[in-house]
């Protein structure tokens, strides 16, 4: 398809680039993170989200290079900013069925010389579902190495509570689903509660997702939740507002 070509021409003429997007701890509203988000701005197709063209890469078989690409972007990025705040980065669900991914980061991250204990990986449970013992192999390869895992989009889609007795997640990001109904609707409020009373005894950090506004914020850091991302905190931006952003805020 014609989508399919441009989306091969871009990865191979390196077009698609590498946005951050800030995370704060909530208790003093500093920078903590970026969470790294892929966008493509095509000449003849205009922008294309990644919601469309990470799984196309997926389909063709192609996310290894694209994803490869934009980790070598992202890590590039991150060591000129002025602190040494953690790296947040997305696996897609190919990526963890497939035993040469964790060698593939790690080498990376050597070449461009990245500490790994700066990057998080964040997967989905489906992802971990996939291919469990793939999947299990090459998160404990990482993490051996320092890289932190964190669960995405949790209390969406197939989260089983089960998949956190495997003990191989270091974070928990909450959906936006549940943050953006904490202030109009008790039971999202009781079931982020309950998400953090559990992730306390569990010794997970937490990151409430699509912080909009600073009542949000507000309730989330009373409830206790340690970490924030959202447009409350900053959109995502390309790696010179990064920089600048970076710059006023210390
Ligand atoms: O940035 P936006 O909200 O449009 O992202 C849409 C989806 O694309 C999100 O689920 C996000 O996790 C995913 N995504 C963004 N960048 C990347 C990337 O570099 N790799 C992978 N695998 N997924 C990404
Ligand atoms: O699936 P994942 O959690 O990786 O998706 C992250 C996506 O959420 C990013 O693409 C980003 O554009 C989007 N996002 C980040 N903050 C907000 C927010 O405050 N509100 C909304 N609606 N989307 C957000
Ligand atoms: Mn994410
Ligand atoms: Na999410």
């Not at 070598?72 to 953690?86: D, G, I, Q, T, V």
């Not at 007795?165 to 109009?184: E, G, H, L, Q």
């Not at 507000?218 to 970490?227: I, S």
Request: charged residues 25%.
């Amino acid at each position: 398809t014609q989508l399919e070509q441009a989306l091969r021409n871009a990865i191979i003429s390196d077009a698609i680039d590498v946005h951050f997007q800030p995370i704060v701890s909530l208790s003093n509203n500093q920078v903590v993170g970026f969470e790294a988000l892929a966008r493509w701005n095509d000449p003849d197709l205009g922008f294309v989200s990644p919601g469309v063209f990470v799984p196309l890469a997926e389909e063709r078989g192609f996310i290894d290079a694209l994803s490869e690409t934009l980790l070598r972007k992202a890590a590039e990025a991150a060591l000129s900013w002025p602190r040494e705040l953690f790296l947040s980065f997305n696996l897609s669900s190919a990526q963890l069925m497939d035993p040469g991914t964790s060698g593939s980061i790690l080498s990376i991250l050597g070449r461009v010389g990245f500490d790994p204990h700066r990057l998080e990986l964040e997967i989905t449970e489906t992802a971990v579902m996939g291919s469990a013992d793939t999947a299990h192999r090459i998160i404990a390869d990482l993490r051996a190495a320092g890289v932190r895992i964190s669960l995405d989009d949790f209390g969406t889609g197939q989260s089983s509570l089960g998949r956190l007795r495997d003990f191989i997640f270091d974070k928990i990001k909450i959906d936006r689903a549940f943050v953006s109904r904490i202030n109009s609707d008790r039971a999202s409020e009781h079931i982020i509660k309950a998400i953090l009373a559990m992730c306390d005894g569990l010794e997970l950090e937490v990151v409430a997702e699509g912080i909009e506004d600073y009542a949000e914020a507000v309730q989330l850091r009373t409830l206790g939740c340690g970490m924030g991302q959202g447009y409350h905190f900053g959109r995502p931006a390309d790696g010179i507002a990064t920089l600048r952003f970076l710059h006023e805020n210390y």
